[in-house]
């Protein structure tokens, strides 16, 4: 066994203990019926992606489940995996044959689907080898891509069930449209943005009326593809307007006035232009209002756009082909000539954009495929609020009932070539076509022939699935499905899913959708039938994690300059001064405030704990070759036990059977928090356990054993115990930073080849060392050394300086617990004497400080310059007298409070706090000389 080094030094042990895991294969998971299985898939990451600070949340949090899991025992499953992220990749690699002069139709599409595939090869796994530098501990040898075989398969295998069971149709909807990518883009691919803009008040004249109809509008190029003009009908103002006619300015076509309830009165006049084809309530106004009254004024949507949003064939010749924001001048041109524009008012609203090309988003009418969302949703809200998936924080089941209650058809077509295409067929057999040759054709591949009329002129349909439509298979289809498979029955259902929240919707909602249409057919591990929700169901428990911010409170982002590069950070701090710190900021459900110097905590905790662990091993050295020296006292020394789960019970004291308890406590409550999802929780728990207890008061009270005059048996036994306790501490915290504790445990003895912390027991609670006496009178203890620590460091008590102290307790029991430990203050704070106050009267020039209800003095004759500490604090007094009065006038100038920026007042009044705080002290210290 090597000495351990002074430093820690992350980068190397990094790297060397990770290929030690890979090697070993113990990220590795097998179907072992003779254990419990805990899985957890790994939402897929783009494979445009790279790692920010989000995926480091995100991933740490899902590696400290799977390795505590692993520790207890599991047979544990962390799945990983990419997603080929259709239009992203896409854009991608239409980016570099654009640099080349070139476009995907030059190349065609078979070609294009080359490149896309070559880039992903060469590409795709730059975040897969990010999130390794990261510790993560996936199952890299089942590693799956979202367009691999079995997951194509699964793709269609779902669709052809969903459009079998008429769950999937075609039909026209209003949907996102890119004009730049030319493809319908899903909810989630939508970012939305002020903007300033202007609401202008266009009047249609009314039929056979000498009066108008005004209507408000941010898009006054859209008044071209008008079907009719809405009112509330509540609202008095039009109700003798109702049914008529307007006519159409610019177009000159007649379009009726009709109510729905859905027109806000208070938005513009309370009068608003519907345009069925180019907003999606105006589509739905359409949808109710041609329901409701047959043919009668039946409003057919009007598409105005071609695919890049110019205009088309359905407007006046002037504005065809006309760009539409060029098209909207040129219409308020027009307007205004006739003038038929009443008023221009400034507005600022939210505008849509695609979250990869920045494009204006157009609401666009187009002949799509869709999954009825409706019969899926019923049967997924109702294990959410039954409690059999439960949400972490569980305040996002009102935000996910609302939105299943309301529920749309899900849009799964897009016009893309990258992506799985969709499993559909047209006859184009014209000679012989039938009518029926019209119905689409769904294989899984492509027919031989036409079904109708045996043409074997066969078309696919040219468009791919939404990337969510294989992302929402993603916890089966990883594991075999659409076949049986052991690792099927046995890994799923799933335990826990780590996800943001940003997509609660478009995958989370649509993953339990899925599990709960296809996964009753498949058996359990043991071949019975799953019979109960929870074997159905995807997962049991959803951690919806943090928003990282930066200290200003903003979404980090690349066009903010606000987003560190993880792997930088990385290699400045150390993988687990890292994960530490971001987990340590992330309170479940509250956003982040982030920055690169608060890993400053986690790489000050790693080097305290490798400073404990140093000490304890250089002094195990020390004293094995002064056992080999006095081999006359080694024949007596016990054996020390070298089983961890074991601690030997000779030589205990004070201190020993505090930190017993106080393990024993955590352990408890680590197992508590973890349970409950408040990963948070628990590095604090950890924190305060490892660097409080153990380093700052175990380390510092067994040192007055370890070089005292106790026999070198029992310093062996108090220092094997220290070591033991140490061990079970660095396994509670290997979930947390995997790296430092695997460095630590190799080096605590000789171990075995194939031997990891990884694989060790995560330690148990032994009930029998919880002692809440002891953890009592060792408070005191604490509270008592902290208060003499703290008065002799105000009075400048030099720490070679020994002292005296006189105690007075109304508890007498306090006075004994002070007796009976005073080689501890003598350790700890250089008490050579304590001494019981005879009366009450205090003893003079002494300083005095209250503990637990009575108080400790501490006699300064001869320990200090009594005269020269006086005039020292008198003068000091005279200087923070003078920085509160400063400060306080600084904060009683209005100009300078009004105009500073906040973070500069608040440190001001801080400061101010912070002098009161000091001023109070001197006084009092004064007061006691």
């Known amino acids: 066994m090597s000495e351990l080094p002074k430093a ?89 044959l654009a640099a080349e002069g070139k476009s995907r139709h030059d190349l065609g599409r078979e070609e294009f689907l080359k490149r896309v595939w070559n880039w992903k090869t060469e590409y795709g796994g730059t975040i897969i080898k990010q999130l390794k530098k990261l510790g993560t501990s996936c199952d890299w040898e089942r590693e799956r891509f979202t367009m691999d075989e079995g997951l194509s398969d699964a793709v269609h295998e779902m669709f052809i069930r969903l459009y079998k069971k008429g769950l999937i149709y075609r039909g026209k909807y ?25 609401l202008w008040y266009i009047k249609y004249p009314i039929k056979d009326l000498n009066e108008y109809a005004v209507v408000a509008t941010t898009r006054p190029e859209t008044m071209l593809g008008d079907t009719a003009v809405a ?39 309370g009068m608003v232009k519907v345009t069925p084809a180019h907003d999606p309530n105006d589509y739905w106004i359409g949808e109710r209002h041609n329901a409701g009254i047959g043919q009668r004024h039946f409003m057919k949507p009007i598409n105005i756009f071609d695919i890049s949003a110019r205009m088309n064939e359905s407007v006046p010749n002037k504005y065809q082909g006309m760009d539409r924001f060029d098209a909207r001048q040129e219409v308020i041109k027009d307007l205004q000539a006739l003038e038929l524009i009443e008023k221009i008012e400034p507005y600022r609203h939210n505008v849509g954009r695609c979250y990869r090309c920045d494009t204006i988003i157009e609401p666009y009418l187009s002949d799509q495929w869709f999954v009825k969302m409706k019969p899926l949703a019923e049967r997924a809200l109702q294990v959410v609020l039954d409690g059999k998936i439960k949400f972490h924080p569980d305040r996002w089941i009102k935000v996910y009932e609302h939105w299943m209650t309301n529920i749309r058809d899900w849009c799964i077509s897009r016009q893309l070539w990258w992506g799985h295409r969709i499993p559909v067929w047209y006859c184009v057999g014209d000679d012989l076509c039938k009518i029926e040759c019209k119905q689409p054709i769904v294989s899984r591949s492509k027919p031989e022939k036409c079904p109708h009329c045996g043409s074997t002129k066969l078309q ?34 799933t335990d826990a899913l780590i996800t943001a929240p940003d997509i609660i919707f478009f995958w989370v909602a649509r993953m339990i959708m899925a599990g709960l249409e296809v996964m009753g057919e498949i058996p359990l591990i043991d071949g019975s039938p799953r019979k109960r929700v929870e074997d159905i169901i995807p997962f049991t428990d959803v951690y919806f994690t943090s928003l990282i911010r930066d200290m200003k409170g903003r979404k980090m982002s690349k066009s903010l300059g ?9 290699a400045e ?34 080097n305290k704990i490798w400073n404990a662990g140093r000490f304890l091993l250089m002094n195990k050295e020390q004293l094995r070759v002064k056992s080999v020296e006095h081999r006359a006292e080694s024949r007596e020394r016990r054996v020390v036990s070298k089983d961890r789960s074991e601690i030997n ?35 604090k728990i950890l924190y305060d356990f490892i660097w409080h207890d153990f380093c700052d008061w175990y380390v510092e009270m067994i040192k007055g054993r370890l070089y005292g005059d106790e026999t070198n048996a029992a310093k062996e036994i108090v220092l094997d115990r220290a070591i033991n306790i140490f061990d079970q501490a660095i396994r509670l915290l290997h979930p947390f930073m995997p790296f430092l504790t695997e460095e630590l445990w190799q080096h605590l003895e000789e171990r075995k080849p194939d031997e990891s912390i990884m694989i060790s027991a995560f330690p148990s609670q032994n009930r029998k060392w919880i002692d809440k006496k002891t953890e009592s009178e060792m408070t005191f203890i604490q509270n008592a050394i902290n208060s003499i620590r703290n008065i002799r460091g105000e009075l400048s008590v030099p720490p070679s300086k020994n002292i005296e102290l006189i105690i007075c307790f109304p508890d007498k029991t306090k006075e004994e617990v002070i007796k009976r430990y005073q080689n501890y203050f003598q350790r700890l704070t250089r008490v050579t004497d304590v001494q019981v106050l005879k009366d009450t009267t ?8 209250v503990v637990d209800g009575g108080e400790i003095f501490i006699p300064l004759e001869g320990i200090i310059d009594i005269d020269a500490e006086r005039d020292r604090i008198s003068k000091e007094i005279v200087h923070v007298q003078s920085m509160v009065q400063m400060t306080e006038v600084k904060l009683n100038n209005e100009s300078f409070v009004s105009r500073a920026p906040i973070e500069i007042v608040d440190k001001e009044r801080e400061k101010l706090e912070n002098f009161k705080t000091t001023l109070h002290n001197l006084q009092k210290n004064l007061a006691a000389l």
């Open 8 to 96: 820690y030094n992350p980068k190397e042990a990094e790297d060397k203990w990770y290929q030690f895991w890979e090697k070993h294969l113990f990220f590795h998971a097998n179907v072992n019926p003779n254990k419990q299985p805990y899985t957890i898939v790994i939402p897929p990451p783009n494979i445009t992606g790279i790692l920010t600070m989000g995926h480091v949340l995100n991933n740490t949090i899902q590696d400290v489940f799977i390795r505590w899991k692993r520790m207890q025992g599991y047979e544990t499953l962390w799945m990983p995996g990419t997603d080929h992220a259709g239009i992203a990749t896409q854009n991608v690699v239409e980016k570099s």
């Open 174 to 198: 209003i949907v996102n449209w890119c004009p730049k990518d030319h493809t319908a883009i899903s909810d989630d691919e939508v970012s939305f943005r002020e903007q300033d803009s202007s």
């Open 231 to 269: 009112v509330n009908p509540k609202d008095e103002r039009y109700k003798h307007l109702v049914g008529r006619l307007v006519i159409l300015p610019l177009a000159n076509r007649e379009i009726p006035i009709i109510v729905d309830d859905f027109i806000d009165p208070a938005f513009g006049t």
């Open 460 to 493: 696919q349909d040219e468009d791919v699935l939404d990337t969510w439509f294989s992302s929402w298979l993603w916890p089966f289809s990883t594991l075999g499905w659409s076949k049986d498979s052991p690792e099927l029955r046995y890994f799923y259902p």
């Open 562 to 570: 606000n987003s560190p590069d993880p792997l930088n950070v990385i």
């Open 573 to 606: 701090y150390g993988a687990d001064a890292l994960r530490f710190t971001i987990l340590y900021l992330a309170p479940l459900g509250q956003d982040v405030l982030y920055s690169n110097e608060k890993c400053e905590l986690g790489r000050n905790f790693a």
């Open 649 to 683: 019970e000779d030589f205990l004291d004070l201190a020993d059977r505090w930190i017993l308890s106080r393990l024993n406590s955590t352990i408890a409550d680590m197992s508590s928090v973890l349970n409950n999802f408040e990963v948070h929780q628990s590095t």
């Open 842 to 849: 205090k003893p003079k020039h002494s300083a005095s400080t």
